[in-house]
Structures are given as structure tokens and as C-alpha cells.
């Protein structure tokens, strides 16, 4: 690990001033972001600790949803009564990701920001255009079993591998960010991460001497919720594939449909012009099986990964059966 520097500010605007300073970053639960340091990936030069602002709330929003501050940790997050009984894709979701140790330490805001898991990212050896951009992808053409089948570039196959965003964007959440200058702003969180394209090193939309302050959940929607996930152990791992979907129902047929997908693409994936097709229609299986196909056309495999395109589209399906189930049930 490289020297660096340390300083905790007292508050958030002096927070947005440390970050000013060239090689700077941000420093809260790092259950990510010390590991990169240890193997050399990440190498910044100050640290500045923001996990002892007064980010830490949980709290109610006027029109009925929830503020989440951002240094709320995964495990107070996962649960908390509110997000329990309202959100509970978002609770399963978070009892899913890492370990019972890690989720005490790990926040809301370095959760959205944990980066990718790909072998080649992590080895220095071997070129990465993420890494080092213009170096080449080794994972193209080398051993790419959990790489994306999804949105992939020519220069980046690497997914997301968080469980939290899958489940926050089919909420609708969005990311609460203020900047040096004092001013604020809000990022849908579907359009918070990036696909990898040309510039895979470009992971978000935030921009130079941003602060995640928070993530805003809109009042719960009705309707079933399901998260489920894929993966090699049982234990903990990442996710192979991942889906959160929500269905509500008109009698017997689908009302609104939410699918969010992880562990398939650069960013937690979602596909709305296949939500709106299912409204309208009748909620069974074969109505959420064609659902599936049709999010997972133009899926690409790469070698080692191409089972993820079925494992994604059966996962789809049943997640959807289940949640139709649910809605069933809240419904009397």
C-alpha cells in the first residue's frame, strides 16, 4: 500500500473542501475501497473520512417514502421496520450482499459505489481498460464466468456487483448529492451508473468533488415483492444473477411489473419497455416467461458466461411467478 494522508472533517462542507485537494477520496465504511489500496488499484494520496458526519438518518419524507442517509450501514438498512414492511425486496436484498461483518460496516452510498469484481480489475499484471484505460480487456478473451452478457463494450465486460442497487432501482430510488459549491442535486438512480462503452474507467454520473448525502425511496409501491439471487455458495458471494421484481395485480391480470436484474451488465439493468408490455396481460407463467426472453434479447455471452443468458431468463420468470403469488394473497 502507497503513503497516504488522513483527515476527518467535522462536518459536510468541510468534507467538500478536503476533497479539493489533488489525489483525494472519500473514506466511510471501505470494506472496498481499502482492499483496492492493499493490491495498488487504488492509490490516492489523502483520505478524507466522512463515516462520522451526521449522514447517518434514517428517516420519513413528506410524501411518505424514506430518506436514507449515506452512511447508513447495510445492516442497519436491512433492518429497519420501515424498509422491512414496505421495501422488503430492498431488506432481502442486503441480508443477501457479503457477509453479517461486512454489512455493519458497509454504507448506503459505498455500497453504490463498490466497483467491479472482475479478476483482471484486480490483478495488475494483466491489462484492464477499466484500471488503465486503453490497456485492452483481458476478460474478452480469458476466463469470463461472471462477466456481463448485457450492455458489454468491446472495451469492458465487467458487471456491478452490488445486490442493493438491483433492488433500489426497481424502487425508483434516487441519489441525493451535494457538490463544493453548495449546490445540490438529485440522480435518478437508473441513470446513476454507466455502461462501459468507450470510457469503462467512467463509472458514474457523479462529477469531480461530489458527496452522496443520501438516497430518497419514493412511498412503497403496491403490489409482491421478490429478490433473488444466484450464486456459486451459499454462504456469501456475488451474485452470478440477480433479479428484484415486483408485480401488482387487477384481478387476474398484471397491473404494473418492475424488473431489475444484477450481475448481468456494467450497471444493475433495467428494462421498462418489457414491464409495459406485461400490463394488461394475464399473470401466468407463460406471461412472465416471455417477459423474460424478451428482456434478455440481444444478451451476448463471451465463452465461460454464456449460461448466464438462460440462468438470467428462468430466474426472471420465477421471480415474476413468485411476486404475482404474493400480490395474489395481499388481495385476499
Keep these: 500500500m502507497k503513503a497516504f494522508s488522513y483527515e476527518r472533517p467535522a462536518d459536510t462542507t468541510g468534507a467538500l473542501q478536503a476533497i479539493a485537494r489533488p489525489g483525494a477520496k472519500f473514506l466511510a465504511g471501505g470494506t472496498n475501497l481499502l482492499d483496492l489500496m492493499?493490491?495498488?488499484?487504488?492509490?490516492?494520496?489523502?483520505?478524507?473520512?466522512?463515516?462520522?458526519?451526521?449522514?447517518?438518518?434514517l428517516e420519513e419524507t413528506p410524501d411518505g417514502g424514506l430518506r436514507i442517509g449515506a452512511t447508513v450501514t447495510n445492516s442497519d438498512l436491512a433492518t429497519d421496520r420501515r424498509v422491512r414492511e414496505r421495501y422488503p425486496m430492498l431488506s432481502r436484498a442486503l441480508l443477501n450482499g457479503a457477509s453479517g461483518?461486512?454489512?455493519?460496516?458497509?454504507?448506503t452510498a459505498g455500497n453504490l459505489l463498490q466497483r467491479t469484481r472482475c479478476y483482471y480489475?484486480?490483478?495488475?499484471?494483466?491489462p484492464c481498460n477499466k484500471r488503465s484505460p486503453g490497456s485492452g480487456c483481458s476478460a474478452l478473451h480469458g476466463y469470463n464466468r461472471i462477466h456481463a452478457v448485457l450492455g458489454a463494450s468491446d472495451a469492458c465486460i465487467a458487471v456491478h456487483p452490488s445486490?442493493?442497487?438491483?433492488a433500489?432501482?426497481?424502487?425508483?430510488?434516487?441519489?441525493e448529492v451535494r457538490s463544493a459549491a453548495g449546490n445540490g442535486r438529485t440522480i435518478r438512480l437508473v441513470d446513476f451508473h454507466?455502461?462501459?462503452?468507450?470510457?469503462?474507467q467512467v463509472e458514474t454520473a457523479l462529477e469531480a468533488g461530489?458527496?452522496?448525502?443520501?438516497?430518497l425511496l419514493p412511498p412503497a409501491p403496491s403490489g409482491g415483492q421478490v429478490y433473488r439471487k444466484v450464486r456459486d455458495r451459499a454462504s456469501y458471494d456475488f451474485a452470478l444473477v440477480s433479479v428484484a421484481a415486483l408485480v401488482d395485480l387487477d384481478g387476474d391480470r398484471i397491473r404494473t411489473a418492475r424488473i431489475a436484474l444484477g450481475g448481468v451488465a456494467?450497471?444493475?439493468?433495467?428494462?421498462?419497455e418489457v414491464e409495459r408490455r406485461l400490463v394488461g396481460k394475464p399473470a401466468t407463467a407463460s406471461s412472465f416467461q416471455t417477459a423474460a426472453a424478451e428482456l434478455m434479447t440481444g444478451a451476448r455471452g463471451y465463452g465461460h458466461n454464456d449460461f448466464k443468458i438462460d440462468l438470467a431468463s428462468r430466474t426472471v420468470a420465477a421471480a415474476l411467478v413468485e411476486a404475482a403469488q404474493q400480490a395474489q394473497r395481499q388481495k385476499g
Design 38 to 57: 492493499k493490491v495498488e488499484v487504488e492509490a490516492p494520496s489523502h483520505l478524507v473520512d466522512v463515516s462520522r458526519l451526521p449522514l447517518a438518518q
Design 101 to 107: 461483518q461486512l454489512r455493519n460496516q458497509a454504507t
Design 121 to 126: 480489475f484486480y490483478d495488475t499484471s494483466k
Design 163 to 166: 445486490d442493493m442497487a438491483v
Design 168 to 175: 433500489m432501482i426497481a424502487l425508483d430510488a434516487e441519489v
Design 194 to 200: 454507466r455502461l462501459p462503452g468507450t470510457t469503462p
Design 210 to 215: 461530489e458527496l452522496i448525502t443520501a438516497v
Design 266 to 272: 456494467h450497471k444493475p439493468w433495467r428494462a421498462p
